[in-house]
Structures are given as structure tokens and as C-alpha cells.
């Protein structure tokens, strides 16, 4: 695993149009070993476009994405899926495959190269994680969408990659399982590995990130600590909404809330 | 139970069916055969001579020019059928998807009449299985093309598109039986009825060539199969090179499909049914999935085509026939279910 805090995907000058329209315009950006980078912006901004150029998904129209020094697209696929792994926002599975199966497919990059222990083990801990112990013997396709968003991640974490993208990981979970799935992410940072994640709720972000990346249509309007990033003048001028921001604690983690009457 | 066990379990049976199957349909016919006959005239195939060997040649010549040939045509074409379904329903990452239902079997027909008309046939069976392949093939890539979006298809376009290919293919035939001369418009068909009578060891053997090569290949991608399920996205994340792995698959269900279509016509919804069935028992993995679609498959064809010649007395139904008055309500009935489940016809 490499060295906290240094840079494993790149991306320098990076652009993406479609139809004529500029999706992301000159992106730069780094993700870090053993840190949250939280994308973060209104609906449109280009997270999920930014995420899948990182990721090695989508070819930018402009500019260079490396990963450990090579472009991102010279990288064939299960070379890359042994260095990152990715949780999409869209999880339907085709046939009514059992949890268990469903987890164990994140052991596919592996399956040359690996132990039957390796994997079980790797298996355990991302069902762990995941709080999906009591859901291994269901069928996928009968799951809430918040136990399959869970399944999904118990998924990517049993791929275990250095590298980890989440697209919206939080959106259907409730409570109790978004700050969870939260500590998760920090867990795999503290392990050295990097996460990248796309989140709407700002004080979460503000709560776990190490650093945010805040898009305001296709530009990146601010990137930094939580504290440097989330100001309320930044945050109602991006959102085009009045709100306040207090600082908990003694590390000042910020919370957003909108004003309301 | 483990799945594992299940699998093999539910292929250790119906191998058993297709043994019984196997049996039954040696010894029944216009001339009663005993199955210690078939296990002696068998056992002096392989060089052993016993008391149960028939004395009567014509025994002797029924079981190895008429019945051996049918009964193994049944089997390769059914495994064919019913593998070539699954990995198409893979693909499509929808159960419904079938060589019958979609096209590719009315493709590979016109390839063979095609074949047939252009005198192809004095290639031997070699001829009519190529055809067959392009036509199928032609046949799968426009589905495919045209039916997916965002890596699955609906059901509405699957179906819509099929219709469209089989109208097509259709039209064709037709327009080939009406250039063809009387001899080969007999033969064309006759052919389309969809029978396995009549098969000959050369096609036997070209069938059995392609059909094990491509039921073997379906076993080595199933792992990567199963990850499709995921979506191609999600595939392509955990490695899978989707690309590639769609080209194969469809060249592959072209291939299965074309050599079945070859030589006994259309027997649709083999690929539907049995694929379906064998998921409701031992689940989705498709490595459990293609072995015992294949067992099934071909125990489903002895069998169909064992009940084809003794229905009715003195006359052979077609056995295509057949397939289509139990799949046909079968597909009905998978539609009427998924359109209950997701509420429209997604």
C-alpha cells in the first residue's frame, strides 16, 4: 500500500463535454492514499461524471488522468479492478442471485492469485462492514433498496482495492447506516487507502471528509479541509440558498442547515 | 442444501432421465427392439460379444441407421438449444430472451433454406450448418444492437425487435421456396416442421462437434456470465472485459443455435423453458445453470421426440410442433407473471 497522503490517480485539465455542453471544464485533482475526498455540489454539478473519469470509466474530451503515474485508459480491465473498485448509484442485479453470491462476485479480480482463505476472509469482513450478515441467504432481488445499496457495498469492499469510489453510497440508507457506511469509508482510509466519495448531505461530508472537492457546473469551485471549503457565503452562493453554518467540537467539523423561518 | 449440491444433484437426475429416456426410445417403434438388444448390439459396437446381441439384422439396422443418429440428434440439439438460451438470456440480462422467440432460429432457417436452394447441400451438412451460422448470427448481432439500451433490455423492445426479425425471416423463406426448384422446395419444407427424423451420422457429427465445443465454452465463460447480472458496469469494474465477452457470447449463441436449426428446423423454446425451469430449482449461477441446461435440454428433446412418434399411431408429429404447443403457453405465462411483478411491461 502506498505512503498516507500521496497521489495515486492524477487528473490534470480535465474536460468533459457532451452534446456541445461543457460537463467538467478544467478539473485538477488529486486522490491521496488514506484519505476522503468528498465530491460535493448541486444536482448537475458533474459529480457522477467527475467520478467516472477518476475512475477510469469515461475518457475526458480534455486533459490527463494517471493512475500511479500512467494514463488511466492504458490500463486494461482487470488490471484496474485490482487497484479500484467502484460503487455505482444504479445496483439492479438481472437474476435473483443470493447475497452470498452476490458478495463473493468482488472477489472475481482476484481469482487467479489468491487464496480460498484470502477470499473467504476478504468475504467476512466486507459482509461485516456492511451490516449484511442476516441478508446472506436472501435473494438480492427481494431486498429494500437500502439492504441492496448495503449488499453493493459489502461487494466493493470484498474487492478489496486501494483505491475506493462511492457514488452517492448514503442516498437510500437511513439514519443509523449513512453514518455508518460513513465510518466505513473513514475505516478504509485509516487502513491508507484512498476513498472517493459523491455525497448530497454536506454535514456528512463535513463530518468524515478529509478533503472536499465543491463542483459548481462542471468547475471545481473549492477544494480543501472541511473548514476552508464550507463557508456559509460559498455554500449559499453554489447552492443559490440562504443557509448557516455552525462548527462543532474542537476540530470545527461544520454542519449546513438551510435558514428556515 | 448448498447450491452446489442442488446443481449437481438436479444434473445427476436428469442425466438419469436422459439414460431412461435413451432406453425407452431405442426399443419403441414400428418393430419392438428388447433393451437387452440394445445393450448387446451396443456392447458389440465396443467388441464384446454376448448372448443379448440381436441375431436379426434388420434389428440391427434399425437401431444403428434409424434410431441411434435420432436419438443423439435429439440430445446434441436440445443441449444446444437449451445452452445457446441461457447464455443468450445472459446477455440480454433478461430471462425471456430466446433464439425462437427473438429471431436467431428463423435467422438460421433462412441461412439454411438459403443453402439448400443454392445446392449448398451437395457439400454435405457442412454446407447448411455454415449458412445456418451466418443466418443466425445476422440474426443475433440486429437484436442485439437494436434491443439493448444501457447495457439490458426491455422486454417490450426484445419482443418487438423479434417480431420484426421473424416477419423478416419469413418473408425470406417464402421468397426462397417460391425460386426453389420442387425437389429442394420439399426438402425446405419438410425441414421447417422442425424433426429430428431421419438424421444421419454425418450430421450427427457435425452437430456433435459444434454443439460440445460450444456447450464447453459456455462453461468457461459462466463465471464472467454470472458478473454480468451486476450490470455491465459493475462487470467491467470487478475486471470483465464486457466487450469482448458480448462478441463471444453472441458468436456463441449463433453458433448453438445455427447447427441446431441446420439440419432439424425450428424447435423453439427449448432455450426458454429449460433454462428457466433448472434457475427455479438450483438458482442463477450459470456454471450449475449451462451444465444442467445442457443435461435437460437434451433430456427434454428424447423425450419430446419419443412422444412425437408414439402420439399417434402410424405418424410422426413434428417435433417442433410440439416444443411450440408447451413453450408457447409457457411464455405466456412468464410474461403474465413479469408484468404483474413490475407492474407494466418494462
Redesign the interface.
Known amino acids: 500500500m502506498s505512503a498516507p497522503g500521496s497521489a495515486l490517480i492524477e487528473a490534470r485539465g480535465v474536460s468533459v463535454r457532451l452534446d456541445g455542453r461543457g460537463i467538467l471544464t478544467g478539473i485538477d485533482l488529486d486522490v491521496r492514499a488514506g484519505e476522503i475526498l468528498a465530491l460535493v455540489g448541486p444536482n448537475g454539478a458533474g459529480k457522477s461524471t467527475l467520478l467516472s473519469v477518476l475512475s477510469g470509466d469515461a475518457s475526458p474530451n480534455e486533459g490527463e488522468v494517471t493512475l500511479l503515474g500512467r494514463p488511466i485508459g492504458d490500463y486494461r480491465a482487470l488490471e484496474l479492478a485490482r487497484l479500484r473498485s467502484v460503487l455505482t448509484q444504479a445496483n439492479a442485479v438481472s437474476f435473483p442471485f443470493r447475497v452470498i453470491e452476490i458478495v463473493q462476485m468482488g472477489r472475481n479480480p482476484w481469482m487467479r492469485g489468491s487464496t480460498v482463505d484470502d477470499d473467504r476472509e476478504a468475504v467476512i469482513r466486507a459482509v461485516e462492514a456492511a451490516d449484511v450478515e442476516h441478508l446472506l441467504g436472501r435473494r438480492f432481488t427481494s431486498l429494500s433498496g437500502g439492504e441492496q445499496a448495503r449488499v453493493s457495498l459489502a461487494r466493493v469492499l470484498a474487492q478489496s482495492t486501494d483505491i475506493v469510489f462511492l457514488d452517492e453510497p448514503t442516498a437510500a440508507l437511513d439514519l443509523r447506516h449513512q453514518e455508518e457506511v460513513m465510518r466505513v469509508a473513514r475505516g478504509l482510509a485509516a487502513q491508507g487507502r484512498a476513498v472517493v466519495v459523491v455525497v448530497h448531505d454536506l454535514s456528512l461530508a463535513g463530518a468524515y471528509a478529509d478533503r472536499i472537492a465543491l463542483l459548481d457546473s462542471g468547475r471545481l469551485d473549492a477544494l480543501g479541509t472541511p473548514a476552508e471549503v464550507m463557508t456559509a457565503e460559498r455554500v449559499s452562493r453554489v447552492y443559490g440558498l440562504e443557509v448557516r453554518i455552525h462548527r462543532l467540537g474542537a476540530s470545527g467539523r461544520p454542519v449546513v442547515l438551510p435558514l428556515r423561518d | 442444501m448448498s447450491?452446489r449440491i442442488r446443481a449437481v444433484g438436479l444434473t445427476l437426475l436428469l442425466a438419469g432421465v436422459v439414460v431412461g429416456g435413451i432406453v425407452l426410445s431405442a426399443i419403441t417403434g414400428q418393430l419392438a427392439i428388447t433393451p437387452t438388444e440394445v445393450a448387446g448390439s451396443l456392447l458389440r459396437a465396443v467388441g464384446l460379444d454376448t448372448v443379448w446381441a440381436p441375431t436379426d439384422p434388420i434389428v440391427e439396422s434399425t437401431l444403428w441407421f434409424v434410431r441411434f443418429p435420432r436419438i443423439l440428434m435429439g440430445l446434441l440439439v436440445g443441449a444446444a438449444l437449451a445452452v445457446a438460451g441461457a447464455v443468450m438470456q445472459?446477455i440480454f440480462?433478461?430471462?425471456l430472451a430466446e433464439p425462437g422467440v427473438v429471431g436467431v432460429s428463423s435467422g438460421a432457417a433462412l441461412g439454411a433454406a438459403t443453402a439448400i436452394v443454392l445446392g449448398a447441400s451437395v457439400l454435405g451438412g457442412a454446407g447448411i450448418a455454415v449458412f445456418a451460422f451466418l443466418g443466425a448470427l445476422l440474426a443475433t448481432l440486429l437484436v442485439y444492437v437494436v434491443s439493448r439500451a444501457g447495457g439490458?433490455t426491455e422486454v417490450v423492445t426484445l419482443l418487438l425487435t423479434g417480431i420484426a426479425i421473424n416477419a423478416f425471416a419469413q418473408a425470406g423463406i417464402a421468397f426462397v421456396l417460391f425460386v426453389a426448384d420442387t425437389a429442394s422446395r420439399e426438402q425446405i419444407v419438410f425441414w421447417q416442421l422442425g424433426s429430428i427424423a431421419g438424421s444421419l451420422w454425418s450430421q450427427v457429427a457435425i452437430v456433435a462437434a459444434v454443439g460440445v465445443a460450444g456447450v464447453i465454452a459456455a462453461i468457461l465463460l459462466a463465471?464472467r456470465l454470472?458478473?454480468?447480472?451486476?450490470?455491465e458496469?459493475?462487470a467491467?469494474?470487478?475486471?470483465?472485459?464486457?466487450e469482448r465477452l458480448r462478441l463471444v457470447s453472441i458468436v456463441l449463441v449463433a453458433l448453438l443455435t445455427g447447427v441446431a436449426v441446420a439440419f432439424t428446423g425450428i424447435i423453439a423454446f427449448v432455450g426458454l423453458v429449460v433454462p428457466h425451469i433448472i434457475?427455479m430449482i438450483i438458482?442463477?449461477?450459470h456454471r450449475g445453470l449451462i451444465i444442467a441446461s445442457a443435461v435437460g435440454g437434451g433430456a427434454l428433446l428424447v423425450l419430446a421426440d419419443l412422444l412425437t412418434r408414439t402420439m399417434v399411431a402410424g405418424a410422426e408429429l413434428p417435433i417442433g410442433m410440439l416444443t411450440s404447443l408447451i413453450g408457447g403457453p409457457f411464455f405466456f405465462y412468464l410474461l403474465w407473471r413479469q408484468r404483474r411483478r413490475s407492474g407494466g411491461w418494462a
Open positions: 447450491p445472459a440480462g433478461n430471462p439490458r463465471q454470472d458478473l454480468l447480472a451486476l450490470g458496469r459493475n467491467r469494474h470487478l475486471g470483465v472485459n464486457v434457475r438458482g442463477p449461477a
